[in-house]
């Protein structure tokens, strides 16, 4: 019987045909004890780190569903929130240092909410600017907020181990909404706090 999980990821079939990259594509000798299992580990670890590729809008409204009251006017954010995602173009690592802040608009969440949804979107392949205005799209879609914005450095594997080859760059993209755009001073604001925190 096939295993699948919830979000539709077959690793019967990733397995199955991992075997046959390492067999008739890289000439693997599978029957190597260090390559025996390799197929299934591929398996499970690709269910694992692509879990969010079937995410649904009820899996965003339950991270979201539960707002506090508060009459808090000044910023939220979280830094140094890290995650591991894949790029689209090579399936090479990417590492991730997400940095997200909101402005509640009489309601806020619970702190772990924004980690959550980071992690979520993290676990599929994407663009690093798609993954970047996602993250401040769910937050004004979700969260009752005068405006949300997020910065995100990327240390991209596809970069540093294959083509040009270089190990030190990083990538940083950000994207803003609310008054983080119709107010400079705020996003100079978040941006301060990121450095200075």
């Known amino acids: 019987m096939e295993e699948k999980n ?11 045909h991992f075997r046959e990259i390492l067999d008739k594509g890289l000439k693997v000798d599978l029957k190597d004890p260090n390559f025996l299992e390799t197929p299934k580990r591929v398996a499970k670890a690709y269910k694992e780190i692509f879990a969010g590729l079937g995410h649904t809008k009820k899996d965003i409204k339950n991270i979201f569903k539960a707002c506090f009251p508060t009459n808090y006017k000044g910023m939220v954010f979280e830094k140094n ?9 090579h399936f090479l690592p ?23 949804i980071v ?7 994407a663009l690093q600017e798609t993954f970047t205005q996602e993250i401040v799209e769910l937050m004004e ?3 009752h907020t005068k405006g949300a914005i997020c910065m995100v450095k990327g240390e991209h594997y596809c970069m ?3 083509g040009v080859k270089q190990k030190d760059v990083t990538t940083t993209t950000s994207a803003a ?3 983080f755009l119709t107010k400079p001073e705020m996003e100079l604001k978040f941006y ?4 200075n925190s």
């Open 141 to 143: 879609k979700y969260i």
């Open 177 to 179: 909404n609310g008054v």
């Open 192 to 195: 301060e706090s990121m450095r």
């Open 81 to 89: 929130i890290t995650v591991f995602s894949m790029c689209p173009h």
């Open 119 to 125: 992690e979520l979107l993290a676990k599929r392949p």
């Open 160 to 162: 540093r181990m294959r």
């Open 6 to 16: 919830n979000k539709g990821i077959d690793v019967n079939v990733i397995e199955k």
């Open 94 to 116: 990417v590492k991730y240092d997400v940095s997200v802040g909101y402005i509640p608009d009489g309601c806020g969440i619970g702190l772990s909410k924004l980690v959550r």
